[in-house]
């Protein structure tokens, strides 16, 4: 067979001749080494299916055909000196690369370019490094690969976890860099990452290494021979977050500016003591009441952490397939979501919580929690100790102090060949919000014949409502009908003033268009910036709807 750099890729990039494209991979050797170059050349590199091995080419929950979102080639940087040189490399050549740090954002495209053909950037596996772990000021600096798993591991080796605790997602498997610049949640109180984030190091689209706030103000000890990236940072840089001047880091998240190649995330004290639980709801019509006993408690900090509302499919798919409870074709009715509840003691409506502090501390707030939510008729209190074989409560008690897991993966494989797409709006933390979306998604998911399944997030002061777009990536029905699905909730949403936090490759354009006050003044900006820093659009080209000035967008309709 040829050398890596002569073979063709399945799709080149745009504008890019297949003697383009070797001559690229030739110089992409020459800087990472061929064993960290791979060029996408058939279908046998698109097979993996599963988030435990994850695919660095494709998205695995392909709702267009299997090989639209696809990467011409996958190259895996060594160090941040190998990412500048690449980029300059993509600016001379015109070819876009797409980075991602493990390729486990599933629900959102997984490793997969928005551009067919984008050379993926593969940051995770060779730059994955936990660089600190600073106990007194409680933060930790890592590479792109440091996954949650990995970050927790390190705490339990080195004897910290009664010292410092993480947060985490419901899946541990991904990078704290990648979930926080996506603007990723977990469920202690340090969920909202980006909000805990403090620190950053990016490479810029023209190669040049930027930190950010107190990281912009040289260390007095630092080599000042040593390449940038290498000098020892300001001690403060982990401690505060502004700096002085414009901040800049949030252009940063969920964008096409630049790479991000050290990230500090700040790490919760271990509260001494925990306490997790559930709070069943017997009846679908119980969520208003909930909700609008949720909004005083959590803006009154009550609520310490972020808990969740799970509606019974959630639950029950982690604990099941579809084909374990029903077989029935059609989504399942509200007769048949009762049986199901009953059958796993479970309530229509799940509300999965945590109190954090010393026992006295908990007490206080578990009786102001209790005597709130028990004015709900039939609503029931438990502990994970009360319901040793419930594996949601089980995980949820884990999950709620840091401890991360893979175990809510299961609920993808309520249908066969289980994939799925999130649609996730926000939400005012209100009975009547809450109810009006969770009407408007279940009437649609059912339409496109699908079940509901969902989750509304509680944030400081709105809920992520993360809708489980479950279907069947092997039948092309299915897909179509999930795909038709999320455009359709997109656009409902978009009618009643709710917008999408996050989302899929598939309907990027379709959510940034929704957020159009005043002629589009958010895009015109973003459009601005995004000419100002990367005028040959090499870095994610149409990510998150934002489109280079050399890219005409309607080329690359979905
Ligand atoms: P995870 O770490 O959860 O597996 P991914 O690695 O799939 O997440 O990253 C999700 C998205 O976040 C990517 O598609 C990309 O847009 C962005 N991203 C991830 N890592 C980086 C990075 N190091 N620099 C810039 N953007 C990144």
């Excluded at 409870?325 to 048949?336: A, F, H, M, R, V």
């Excluded at 029905?477 to 978009?494: F, M, Y």
Aim: aromatic letters at 10%.
């Amino acid at each position: 067979s040829p050398p890596e750099a002569e073979r063709r890729p399945m799709t080149l990039p745009p504008n890019t001749s297949l003697e383009k494209f070797n001559t690229f991979m030739q110089r992409i050797g020459d800087i990472v080494g061929v064993e960290n170059a791979t060029v996408i050349s058939s279908e046998d590199e698109l097979k993996h299916e599963s988030y435990l091995d994850p695919s660095k080419a494709y998205d695995m929950f392909h709702v267009t055909t299997k090989e639209y979102f696809v990467s011409s080639a996958v190259v895996a940087p060594r160090n941040v000196s190998d990412v500048q040189a690449i980029m300059r490399l993509c600016n001379e050549f015109e070819i876009p690369v797409w980075p991602f740090s493990i390729g486990r954002n599933v629900g959102y495209g997984g490793a997969a370019p928005r551009v067919p053909g984008s050379v993926s950037l593969d940051m995770g596996k060779n730059m994955a490094k936990i660089l600190e772990v600073n106990v007194d000021g409680a933060f930790a600096f890592v590479e792109p690969g440091v996954t949650f798993i990995d970050l927790h591991n390190y705490l339990v080796e080195h004897n910290l976890r009664d010292k410092l605790w993480i947060d985490v997602p419901d899946l541990g498997g991904g990078s704290v860099i990648g979930n926080t610049v996506e603007r990723g949640v977990g469920y202690t109180p340090y969920g909202d990452h980006w909000m805990m984030h403090c620190g950053m190091e990016v490479v810029l689209p023209d190669g040049t290494l930027w930190r950010s706030g107190m990281g912009g103000l040289p260390n007095p000890n630092a080599d000042p021979n040593a390449p940038p990236h290498e000098q020892a940072a300001n001690e403060t840089w982990g401690l505060f977050n502004y700096g002085f001047g414009p901040y800049n880091d949030g252009i940063f998240t969920q964008s096409s500016l630049g790479i991000v190649v050290k990230m500090g995330i700040w790490l919760m004290v271990n509260p001494g003591g925990y306490q997790s639980y559930l709070i069943t709801l017997p009846k679908d019509e119980n969520l208003h009441q909930a909700l609008e006993i949720i909004r005083p408690l959590r803006v009154g900090m009550v609520l310490q952490n972020v808990p969740t509302m799970r509606h019974i499919l959630l639950d029950a798919a982690v604990m099941g397939d579809r084909k374990s409870y029903t077989d029935s074709e059609k989504p399942l009715n509200d007769d048949e979501l009762d049986a199901i509840a009953a059958k796993l003691n479970l309530g229509r409506w799940n509300f999965y919580g945590a109190v954090y502090g010393p026992p006295q501390v908990r007490e206080v707030l578990l009786s102001v929690i209790k005597q709130s939510f028990l004015q709900i008729p039939g609503a029931k209190y438990f502990e994970p100790k009360d319901m040793p074989d419930n594996v949601v409560l089980q995980t949820r008690n884990d999950t709620l102090q840091g401890i991360p897991s893979t175990t809510e993966l299961r609920w993808v494989d309520w249908l066969p060949n289980g994939a799925h797409l999130f649609f996730s709006p926000i939400a005012k933390v209100s009975g009547d919000d809450g109810v009006a979306q969770y009407k408007v998604t279940r009437q649609r998911c059912e339409e496109a014949g699908f079940d509901f399944i969902g989750t509304f997030v509680v944030g400081m002061r709105e809920m992520h409502h993360i809708v489980c777009i479950v279907f069947d990536r092997k039948d092309p029905d299915s897909r179509r009908r999930a795909h038709w699905l999320i455009r359709t909730l997109i656009d409902d949403a978009a009618k009643r003033g709710w917008g999408g936090y996050r989302t899929h490759l598939s309907v990027m354009d379709q959510i940034a268009e929704t957020y159009s006050f005043n002629d589009n003044a958010q895009m015109k900006l973003n459009e601005k910036i995004k000419a100002a820093l990367d005028p040959k659009g090499v870095i994610s080209p149409g990510k998150n709807g934002v489109w280079p000035q050399n890219y005409n967008k309607a080329d690359w309709k979905v």
